[in-house]
């Protein structure tokens, strides 16, 4: 059984099984999405998600079988900071791996799956989107985790794909896979007002929650440190969207954004901030990815003794 939680952070609706609306492409595999299951949710959550607030957006639990969600967290990979992408700065500490071929199968089809045409579709459908593109070089997604004292400062996103200059970014989907997550644990993602005076929800990262949301204006983050046990860690994968535009539109880097009684913090956060727009723009001149980033910040982390 489907449950959909609406934006108040109440079960308001169980779905039942329905006649699939998005047609399936002959010979397409089923085996990781129950596309019957998702039409059958996808109207009552596009009327949720387009008027949730403080943007769009949409909190699905069971998104998966629970056999299938189960075997993803199984697979996921433990961190190796050799192999692994190193975000350690001033606002964020965590870690990703991008390299779509090292995936282990399951995970590795599952993100197939979430990027392909069937399901774009019904991504469409629900966004109220039309022609989303999903990104191959999984640039900034694919794989997340962090640990114990991880975080990830309150922010909004990159507008535009860094090697893809018309490809405007508009929808994020996240899914969660942290079985007897608790809530002392931190970690939850927060959705803040657009004045950042205010946290208008959280939401915990539990095992097959996935939340979807478009990217426009969006503030979030988890910005706590996170008091996990240290053989805990918060697991995720992350799936980015585009539309490729015919006309210019505005390119802007990471923003992160200090909260109320943040002290000085403030002025950390801003100033890395700074360097951070510096580094996109040599990113999108030069051509350089995320690995390239990861050395630097890996090196400077051994003199921080992060």
């Known amino acids: 059984m489907w449950q959909f939680v609406s934006r108040q952070g109440a079960s308001c609706y169980h779905a039942r099984l329905g006649i699939s609306d998005v047609a399936i492409e002959p010979g397409h595999r089923e085996a990781f999405v129950d596309y019957d299951r998702l039409n059958g949710i996808a109207d009552v959550i596009a009327r949720e998600y387009l008027g949730a607030?403080?943007?769009p957006h949409a909190v699905i639990d069971d998104f998966l079988d629970p056999d299938l969600a189960h075997q993803l967290m199984a697979e996921f990979p433990a961190v190796d900071r050799s192999s692994w992408i190193n975000w350690t700065h001033v606002n964020e500490l965590k870690y990703?791996?991008?390299?779509?071929?090292?995936?282990?199968?399951t995970i590795g089809g599952v993100v197939d799956e979430l990027h392909s045409p069937t399901f774009i579709r019904w991504l469409e459908r629900l966004t109220g989107i039309s022609g989303l593109v999903a990104d191959p070089s999984l640039e900034g997604s694919g794989l997340h985790q962090s640990g114990r004292g991880g975080y990830l400062n309150i922010h909004t996103d990159f507008t535009g794909h860094p090697h893809?200059?018309?490809?405007r970014r508009r929808v994020n989907l996240l899914l969660y896979l942290n079985e007897r997550w608790e809530d002392g644990f931190g970690g939850h993602l927060e959705f803040w007002s657009r004045d950042m005076k205010r946290c208008t929800r959280k939401i915990a990262p539990v095992l097959n929650r996935a939340v979807i949301f478009n990217t426009s204006d969006a503030l979030h983050g988890h910005p706590e440190p996170m008091t996990c046990p240290a053989a805990v860690t918060r697991k995720s994968i992350a799936l980015y969207y585009f539309t490729a535009e015919s006309q210019p539109?505005?390119?802007r880097s990471t923003d992160y954004r200090a909260r109320p009684g943040d002290g000085w913090r403030s002025v950390a956060i801003y100033l890395d901030t700074r360097l951070l727009r510096g580094y996109d723009c040599a990113k999108r001149v030069l051509?350089?990815?995320d690995r390239f980033a990861?050395?630097?910040l890996r090196v400077l982390s051994r003199l921080w003794g992060r």
Not at 96 to 105: I, K, L, N, Q, T
Not at 164 to 167: A, C, E, F, K, R
């Open 53 to 55: 607030e403080p943007i």
């Open 96 to 105: 990703g791996r991008s390299d779509r071929a090292s995936f282990p199968p």
């Open 164 to 167: 893809q200059p018309t490809w």
């Open 249 to 251: 539109f505005p390119i």
């Open 287 to 289: 051509g350089l990815d």
């Open 294 to 296: 990861s050395q630097v």
